[in-house]
């Protein structure tokens, strides 16, 4: 295979979009992903076929498997989506975090030291390794306060951000102590098509569907700023080719909204797509008990990106809204299929008695 990237996490929503982007581009692409609750081979359904496609089922902490991939498909970068990421999850089982986000990243940069230590000179000065992080690591703003830059201190405030804000750390001292040519990307929220439905978006349209109520937690007041994945993919692919080694890349859609005005929005397009006889999809919106230490605000400052490497989203906020409210409502099976029982188990955990 030649020059190929190996991409971890890429049967989970934002690396499938990676994987798939990727090859359009011509790119071999080597996929790891250990296939958690998230990771869904249906989302790489499309490369069936494809010679210049491998996947292989596997955890980022498994070294000897790691170092195999790497000897055998000598990829010139690699791209590390693998994670546990989902806040809720997070504080219910923070260990799991640790594990993957933390130990299992730590263990990929090893064996990719080594691998790239390996490497002929040439090969060594193209060769990246680019971790994909959130704005999450930054912490909370509040309603006033400026965007978070690439030089806003660390400050994360659940399990979820501590661990990624954790394998940040381990990805900079790679660069710092041992020269690993690496980069960093901290990206605000995604949504888009094949997002686990865990997430507020999908979980919106699946309980909407479902005539289930639509959990907002607090008061709904909470801001996110929303980024079409992708963009975010596209970014990434412009950080890779042009970013310099070491630094990190804010990016963001520039589309802060508030929760219940995204719920909101969710329900007006449901209301032109799909109209219920039962009435406005509004009517289920349920005040819930909030998140512990839920975040107030995200906000991106992505001058740096922009100036530097030229990217810019193509999407905006409304139209690509729109766009995936329309896959979800076209894609019925994939929905379907990811609804398994554990995936009930976990709405019963965490919705019941909130
Ligand atoms: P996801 O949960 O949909 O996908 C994660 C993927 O990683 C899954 O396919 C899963 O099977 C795989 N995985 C988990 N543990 C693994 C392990 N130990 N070894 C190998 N594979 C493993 O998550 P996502 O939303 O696609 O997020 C991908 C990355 O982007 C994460 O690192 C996340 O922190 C980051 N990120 C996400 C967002 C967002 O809004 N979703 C925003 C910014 C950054
Ligand atoms: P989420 O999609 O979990 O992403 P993150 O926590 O990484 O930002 O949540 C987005 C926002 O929506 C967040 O402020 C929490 C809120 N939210 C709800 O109000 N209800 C829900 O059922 C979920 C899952 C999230």
């Not at 970068?77 to 989902?86: D, Q």
């Not at 799991?96 to 691998?115: I, M, S």
């Not at 507020?200 to 994945?229: C, K, M, S």
């Not at 975010?232 to 070491?246: D, K, M, N, Q, S």
Request: charged residues 20%; negative net charge; glycine residues 8%.
């Amino acid at each position: 295979m030649n020059s190929c990237h190996l991409i971890t996490g890429g049967a989970g929503f934002i690396g499938s979009c990676h994987v798939l982007q990727t090859r359009a581009s011509g790119t071999p692409v080597v996929t790891l992903d250990k296939l958690t609750y998230s990771g869904n081979l249906a989302n790489l359904a499309s490369l069936a076929g494809d010679a210049d496609h491998v996947f292989v089922q596997g955890d980022i902490g498994n070294s000897e498997l790691v170092a195999h991939l790497l000897r055998t498909h000598r990829p010139s970068a690699v791209i590390n989506f693998a994670a546990e990421s989902h806040v809720d999850r997070s504080i219910l089982d923070p260990e799991a975090f640790v594990r993957t986000n933390v130990l299992g990243t730590t263990a990929l940069l090893r064996c990719v030291l080594a691998y790239w230590r390996s490497l002929k000179e040439e090969e060594q000065r193209r060769f990246r390794f680019l971790h994909v992080s959130t704005d999450e690591v930054f912490g909370s703003l509040g309603p006033e306060e400026p965007a978070f830059t690439e030089h806003t201190p660390y400050a994360p405030n659940s399990p979820y951000a501590a661990s990624k804000a954790a394998s940040d750390h381990l990805v900079r001292a790679f660069h710092e102590t041992y020269g690993l040519p690496v980069l960093l990307t901290n990206c605000s929220n995604n949504y888009g098509p094949r997002q686990f439905p865990e997430k507020l978006i999908p979980l919106l349209v699946r309980n909407a569907l479902d005539r289930a109520p639509l959990p907002i937690y607090g008061t709904g007041q909470n801001v996110r700023d929303w980024l079409h994945v992708e963009d975010h993919c596209a970014a990434i692919a412009r950080v890779l080719e042009a970013g310099t080694p070491g630094r990190s890349y804010n990016i963001g859609g520039r589309a802060e909204r508030n929760n219940l005005d995204v719920a909101r929005a969710v329900c007006a397009i449901l209301d032109e797509e799909r109209p219920h006889a039962d009435g406005p999809y509004a009517d289920l919106i349920r005040f819930v008990t909030d998140r512990p230490g839920h975040d107030w605000r995200y906000a991106m400052n992505c001058d740096r990106i922009e100036r530097e490497l030229g990217w810019r989203p193509r999407h905006s906020f409304d139209s690509g809204l729109r766009d995936t409210v329309r896959w979800y409502l076209n894609n019925g099976d994939w929905l379907e299929a990811v609804q398994s029982g554990a995936y009930r188990q976990w709405l019963e955990t965490n919705y019941a008695g909130r």
